[in-house]
């Protein structure tokens, strides 16, 4: 069983930044790709921005240039710097883990979320 746990989230002013962290325990066959998503009320749950196995990171276009994913390797651990923040950021951001559990079940896992709130 993989369990996600996120932490960073609070509230901030605009033009403020904000850490992510996402911690994965537990055992996958492959891990492919590890990021955050984010939901705000009334609507759909979108990409903020991901690491993938090859190496590559993926961001919304909402921000570029603004969020910057890492993380490790094994993909145990990844973190969301967030600058420049805005108050349409205000959301729950969720932290997720994608792979194979054995060689043919995939494996999509989701932290608790938490909440990021920009407002003056």
């Known amino acids: 069983q993989v369990e996600l746990a996120e932490s960073g989230g609070g509230l901030v002013q605009p033009g403020g930044s904000l850490r992510l962290s996402c911690s994965a325990s537990?055992?996958?066959?492959?891990?492919?790709?590890m990021g955050w998503y984010r939901q705000a009320p009334g609507k759909e749950r979108e990409l903020v921005a991901r690491?993938?196995?090859?190496?590559?990171?993926q961001y919304g276009d909402s921000v570029k240039g603004r969020f910057v994913v890492s993380g490790d390797r094994a993909m145990q651990t990844v973190y969301l710097q967030m600058n420049n923040l805005k108050p349409e950021d205000t959301a729950v951001y969720y932290c997720?883990?994608?792979?194979?559990?054995?060689?043919?079940?995939?494996?999509?896992?989701w932290g608790r979320g938490t909440q990021v709130t920009v407002s003056s």
């Open positions: 690491i993938t196995s090859g190496g590559e990171s």
């Open positions: 997720n883990l994608l792979g194979y559990i054995d060689v043919r079940q995939i494996g999509d896992y």
């Open positions: 537990g055992r996958m066959f492959t891990r492919n790709a």
